[in-house]
């Protein structure tokens, strides 16, 4: 009978200790969840910061590309990063908050590697931006003189190319900008084939015909090299144009620009325009350099 006592006590005893641990084990478990889910927050908020970068890429490009809107993009992109520094700042007291709860020290040492990465891309995205901000100033500028020069033409509207300083990097950015938006057909003339670089064929779209006029010599490896890559292309028919003396760009009849070198080398007359008169006028000029160009 005393046996059986004791070992009742026994069992009483280990079923307690039983439960004990199962309890244990259960706030363990609830410790544990709790961990994921600020872990989870963490990764929500490194992806934040990645989409706040993806963000300044974009911004960085619409400045570069888009200077027609520059002051809309300047306070634009003012907006933008003070609200970015006021989200990284928030985020930065959220994350201290959050990682004096973590117990595990390998995880919070992997998210701080992440987040200090994320800062010095932001950090060099703003250097870019205040790149950008000098040569804004520095386009400003050159446009004051413009609109000074023109003012003291005694109010005439004609403007007066003689010495007028239009750059043929200034030129070869404005036909990229209309040949983004081709949709049917393109026309291009330019000096040499090297001009063709600054142009970007590569990203037109494939149903868009291009036909090129420029001047290509065959025994300059530059030239041979550059002529291989874009006969490559489907959509691109290249010619041998000699004279070297324009640029010239007509989209799907809609669009034009022409410069013509002038005496300088950064005078060149230039016209740009979308009016369909217009186009219709210059259309022999356009089509000049195509019709007197020959096959490769």
Not at 177 to 187: A, S
Not at 282 to 288: G, I, R
């Amino acid at each position: 009978m005393v046996n059986d006592e004791s070992k009742d006590a026994l069992i009483n005893k280990l079923q307690a200790e039983i439960e004990k641990k199962d309890e244990t084990l259960r706030k363990v478990g609830e410790s544990i969840n709790k961990l994921n889910e600020k872990f989870q927050t963490q990764d929500s908020l490194i992806n934040s910061l990645k989409d706040s970068i993806k963000l300044k890429d974009d911004q960085i490009k619409t400045i570069r590309d888009s200077l027609e809107l520059k002051d809309q993009q300047i306070k634009a992109k003012d907006e933008k990063i003070a609200t970015l520094g006021k989200t990284i700042k928030l985020k930065e007291e959220e994350l201290k908050a959050q990682a004096s709860s973590i117990t595990d020290e390998n995880l919070l040492k992997e998210k701080d590697e992440k987040i200090n990465k994320l800062q010095k891309e932001i950090e060099i995205l703003n250097d870019e931006l205040s790149k950008a901000d000098v040569d804004l100033e520095t386009l400003e500028l050159e446009n004051e003189k413009l609109r000074q020069a023109q003012s003291s033409l005694s109010g005439s509207k004609i403007i007066d190319f003689t010495k007028t300083e239009i750059t043929k990097s200034e030129i070869l950015i404005k036909m990229r900008e209309i040949l983004e938006k081709g949709l049917h057909n393109v026309m291009i003339v330019v000096p040499t084939i090297v001009d063709l670089q600054e142009l970007y064929l590569y990203e037109v779209k494939s149903s868009v015909n291009i036909r090129i006029s420029c001047l290509i010599n065959p025994g300059i490896d530059e030239h041979s090299e550059l002529l291989d890559e874009f006969t490559s292309l489907d959509n691109i028919s290249l010619r041998s144009y000699e004279r070297e003396d324009r640029y010239v760009l007509v989209r799907d009849g809609e669009e034009m620009l022409i410069a013509v070198k002038g005496n300088s080398e950064k005078n060149h007359l230039t016209i740009h325009t979308k009016d369909s008169k217009h186009i219709r006028l210059f259309n022999s000029l356009t089509m000049e350099g195509w019709l007197q160009s020959r096959g490769i």
